[in-house]
């Protein structure tokens, strides 16, 4: 047997060995077993039947996923071992009615409570196994004995109809790519399902530890992980084989690692300042590379034909942290909205055209006004202001989701209707949408 081979592996290699040897074993020895030792042993032997059959389904639900054999098994021979024990069960004499014979010349007795009655006397049982629960478990065991032989046979037919679903799946491997591409891809699916989960687990425990690990003291949190990519990835070329479902598994988890300790490497850069606009502006990296992403939903969705209405894009992006609040940065978001959104023929954003709108909000979030709070504003001002809002609002949201625990009115526990029923990211590329999931999976560490 193999070093390293999968426990599912070595458990059914021996279910195939003890329950051939156990057939074969009865089989051999029918003829001088007690009649309880017959039923007995044909009981025993169907459970043992049983077992390797739920592990041979599972072998067969386990391939479907595998391009690699799950079995470890001579998958022929084994089909040979069983069809063998089927035949000699078959021409044995295990199939008769279970009987007893005081001699050679006396008439048999075929009653199961008889046979128990005269196998106590005669082979001296033990007191404490005659009592009524052992008769009564020994004699129900004989009147099943010819039933659990049938089930035996039945169950062998089973297996053999599995070993030769799954000699007929390795064929098919062999020489259909697209099932080959097809079942790479279930594997990985079973991978992120069933194991990923834990072995992400088990990795975030070893990053943490690797980062207040004493030794790597003055060493950057970028470089202990990068430090860790590489030490994985030797292992990885020492002890690769990739000959068995385990060993799959085994790179699987080395490559989905790997993609997570590079996307931690990237949280650590997106979660860091940003230096863009003073430094003022943006509460991380990952927020001024999502503004710049947003830009166009922003422009087509709220418009930038009132200039009020970028003021309002800038109050959603405080109110769900992309930028800060505490600064005074009016004229570094109209910059910024000039660089980023406006076009050559639009007019240009001055600070007071973000800072005025706002004012009437008297320093309070404009997410948490509405008709029944307006702070100073009138109502005619707030509906006109709160359509712009809103739809900056269900932008930001719809793309991160950021807004579902802050505090706000009931409004915008809905999205806004334009909003939902429009993809507001048609414009980006398949570049642009992929950073944009790097981004997605870490905003909610610093804004959310």
């Not at 063998?84 to 008769?96: F, I």
């Not at 039945?154 to 599995?162: E, F, H, L, N, Y």
């Not at 989905?256 to 490497?265: A, C, G, N, P, T």
């Not at 359509?387 to 949201?397: G, H, L, Q």
């Amino acid at each position: 047997m193999r070093n390293g081979k999968d426990s599912f592996e070595q458990r059914l290699e021996k279910t195939v060995t003890y329950f051939v040897n156990e057939g074969k074993s009865l089989n051999d020895a029918y003829s001088m077993l007690w009649p309880t030792e017959r039923a007995m042993a044909m009981y025993s032997l169907l459970l043992a039947g049983r077992r390797l059959s739920a592990m041979m389904a599972q072998a067969v639900r386990k391939q479907e996923c595998s391009t690699v054999d799950v079995t470890g098994l001579d998958l022929v021979e084994v089909r040979g071992q069983m069809m063998n024990l089927m035949a000699y069960l078959e021409h044995g004499d295990c199939d008769l009615q279970i009987s007893y014979s005081y001699s050679e010349g006396s008439m048999p007795i075929y009653v199961p409570s008889e046979i128990v009655d005269e196998e106590n006397l005669d082979f001296k049982f033990p007191e404490t196994e005659r009592t009524q629960a052992y008769a009564n478990a020994r004699t129900l065991l004989i009147t099943k004995a010819n039933n659990h032989y049938n089930e035996v046979l039945t169950c062998i037919k089973g297996i053999i109809a599995q070993l030769e679903r799954l000699i007929d799946d390795a064929k098919n491997l062999r020489r259909n790519p697209d099932l080959r591409a097809e079942r790479m891809a279930a594997m990985e699916a079973y991978y992120t399902k069933r194991l990923w989960p834990k072995h992400k687990e088990q990795l975030e425990v070893r990053i943490d530890a690797e980062l207040k690990d004493e030794d790597n003291k003055g060493l950057t949190p970028t470089k202990i992980i990068k430090a860790m990519i590489k030490d994985m990835e030797a292992d990885y070329e020492r002890n690769n084989d990739e000959q068995t479902f385990d060993d799959m598994m085994r790179m699987m988890q080395h490559k989905q690692s790997v993609k997570y300790l590079e996307y931690r490497i990237e949280s650590i850069a997106l979660l860091a300042p940003c230096d863009a606009y003073d430094g003022k502006l943006f509460t991380c990296r990952a927020a001024y590379e999502l503004a710049k992403l947003l830009g166009k939903a922003f422009y087509n969705y709220v418009a930038f034909d009132k200039k009020r209405k970028a003021s309002f894009v800038h109050a959603a992006m405080k109110d769900l942290g992309m930028v800060y609040k505490e600064e005074s940065n009016a004229k570094l978001m109209a910059d910024f909205i000039n660089n980023e959104y406006l076009g050559e023929k639009d007019d240009a954003l001055k600070d007071d055209d973000v800072t005025v709108p706002q004012r009437k909000a008297n320093h309070h979030p404009f997410c948490t006004l509405d008709e029944n709070n307006l702070r100073s504003y009138t109502i005619k001002e707030f509906e006109r202001y709160k359509e712009s809002y809103w739809r900056a609002f269900s932008i930001i949201n719809k793309v991160i989701g950021v807004g579902s625990d802050i505090e706000k009115a009931a409004y915008l526990e809905v999205m806004h209707p334009i909003i939902a029923e429009n993809d507001v990211l048609e414009y980006l590329n398949d570049d642009e949408k992929a950073r944009l999931r790097v981004i997605n999976s870490v905003a909610r560490q610093k804004w959310g």
